[in-house]
């Protein structure tokens, strides 16, 4: 078996493991936040969220590249086998994190007088804060487990804990207010929870170091000290990165609380939690190409890292932009069906939202992944930088002018042009580019099922839930003839994705029926 489709595999598999933890996860959180809205009055809820915002805040402080770090290093050693490197880097990265995240839980702590007092002007509240301050700690915990499993590429552990965490909350939060202690029991509940999880985290992740060959007479080894500055040297522009990110994030916020109305805010709310449907299926790819693209040298396996590429663009795209248009499609009886017809701009915005997921077919999910998996944190720590300069003067342009309306069209243009910079610099390091050929047969198959599906939706008069299930199925059918069609598919990935699901257990039985079926059309289709 060649490396690329050996890698094929273990992605494949580690990415169902995500998902399928995020999509538990997410459900029981969705549950958990509507129960605890409802035993905890409007004014306690309140109270308990204030009281997590300023120890979250604190958390960004957190990590400095650390976590992408131990991504990183664990996956390259690992695919070297390099154990004794995987041990150290393992040890290092759950050392800092946990010492760092003690170290600002203490500063939370002594802070929560002048923050309850100064910031939120609620001083009743400082006892709050001094509980919410160890979620930093146990959220450094989980982080740093969930890297240690991503470099390993072993994620089943990794929804274990996302599940464990969203189960225990939505439990042990109403129970604890149900026995009166409100806003109290909120919060400890929380950090409970978040405790519980992050050292069930830490066992899982002992038993995969327990598992590493130890290495002979120490070989390999380095001090803790030298793999924490090793690991700091690489993550420290990851982490301006993620600050730049969250800054402009909170900026864009600063400004739709200024111009937009709560009603349109409200709405674009709506937009954006729904929209999280995408990111069940586009972030099990993200999370998964960084440690394969770690595991390769574009010196040495030049041929391999450009099928690699090319496949998780065209693969992923197959993935997340059907889903994308699909949702662009379906939006109004979609909200319609789930929040009634109070939100009536949501579907607008959730449409316009999907846009971004358009982007997967010019290599989105996979540029980023590449640089940074080959130690080219400081270029993409200059993207970001563009990014949010072009972001921060769009915002400020379109957001007082067009509302939410600005709002999204900022964020779906501000990072194009990192986009071309990024797809450029990778083809002329490493000679890789997009199948723009497959990229444009997804992208035209996608928009024809959408196309399709809104049509005969439009012309329909049914209550929203059925032109729901029955746009769904339009839609399917329609995207299915497409990709026929057009050869979007052939034989060759057909054979790739059996390789590549072979490992799901039941499931990859399943799945190879129905690609059986999409073979025998294939050929069908192709006479």
Not at 61 to 83: C, H, L, P, V
Not at 189 to 197: C, D, E, Q, V
Not at 330 to 350: C, I, N
């Amino acid at each position: 078996m060649s490396k690329a489709a050996d890698m094929a595999k273990v992605s494949a598999k580690g990415g169902f493991h995500l998902f399928w933890g995020l999509v538990a996860s997410t459900v029981i959180s969705a549950i958990g936040v509507i129960v605890i809205a409802r035993v905890l009055s409007p004014s306690e809820y309140g109270i308990y969220t204030i009281a997590l915002t300023a120890p979250n805040l604190i958390a960004t402080f957190r990590d400095w590249g650390i976590n992408s770090a131990m991504i990183k290093y664990t996956a390259q050693y690992n695919a070297e086998n390099n154990s004794a490197r995987v041990r150290s880097i393992l040890v290092a990265g759950l050392i800092f994190e946990t010492l760092l995240g003690l170290a600002l839980s203490i500063l939370s702590f002594l802070l929560s007088g002048f923050l309850a007092a100064t910031v939120f002007r609620r001083p009743g509240i400082a006892p709050l804060i001094q509980i919410a301050s160890f979620i930093i700690l146990t959220g450094a915990l989980m982080t740093a487990a969930q890297a240690a499993f991503t470099g390993m590429e072993k994620l089943a552990p990794n929804s274990i804990t996302l599940v464990c965490q969203s189960t225990i909350k939505t439990v042990l939060v109403p129970a604890l207010v149900i026995l009166g202690l409100g806003a109290y029991g909120a919060t400890v509940g929380t950090i409970i929870a978040t405790l519980i999880a992050g050292l069930i985290g830490i066992l899982l992740m002992w038993t995969i170091y327990k598992n590493l060959p130890k290495p002979d007479n120490g070989s390999g080894r380095t001090g803790m000290a030298e793999d924490i500055k090793f690991m700091f040297k690489y993550g420290l522009p990851l982490s301006l990165s993620s600050i730049l990110g969250g800054f402009l994030t909170q900026f864009y916020n600063f400004l739709m609380a200024i111009y937009a109305t709560d009603l349109m805010i409200g709405n674009y709310s709506v937009a954006t939690n729904f929209a999280v449907l995408i990111t069940f299926f586009a972030s099990p790819i993200t999370t998964m190409l960084f440690p394969a693209f770690s595991k390769l040298d574009p010196q040495k396996e030049k041929e391999t890292l450009q099928n690699v590429f090319h496949y998780s663009v065209k693969y992923a795209a197959l993935l997340v932009v059907p889903a994308a248009a699909a949702i662009m499609a379906l939006a109004d009886p979609a909200v319609s069906t789930l929040f009634g017809d109070k939100y009536t701009q949501a579907p607008l915005f959730l449409a316009l939202l999907a846009v971004g997921y358009l982007y997967t077919v010019f290599g989105n999910l996979s540029t980023s992944n590449l640089i940074n998996s080959q130690g080219e944190t400081k270029l993409y720590l200059k993207l970001t930088t563009v990014t949010s300069a072009i972001g921060l003067t769009l915002s400020l342009i379109l957001i007082p002018q067009f509302e939410i309306m600005g709002l999204i069209a900022t964020t779906l243009t501000a990072g194009i042009p990192s986009l071309i910079i990024s797809l450029r610099w990778i083809k002329k390091h490493y000679t890789v580019t997009v199948d723009w050929i497959s990229s444009a047969k997804i992208l035209l198959s996608s928009a024809t099922a959408g196309a399709v599906t809104y049509a005969i939706l439009s012309q329909l008069s049914f209550i929203s839930w059925i032109k729901l299930v029955i746009g769904i199925t339009i839609f399917l059918f329609t995207f299915l003839t497409s990709i026929l069609i057009t050869k979007t598919i052939n034989t060759s990935d057909i054979n790739n994705l059996k390789e590549m699901t072979s490992e799901l257990g039941p499931l990859s039985h399943m799945l190879n029926s129905m690609l059986n079926i999409i073979e025998k059309l294939t050929t069908i289709f192709q006479l």
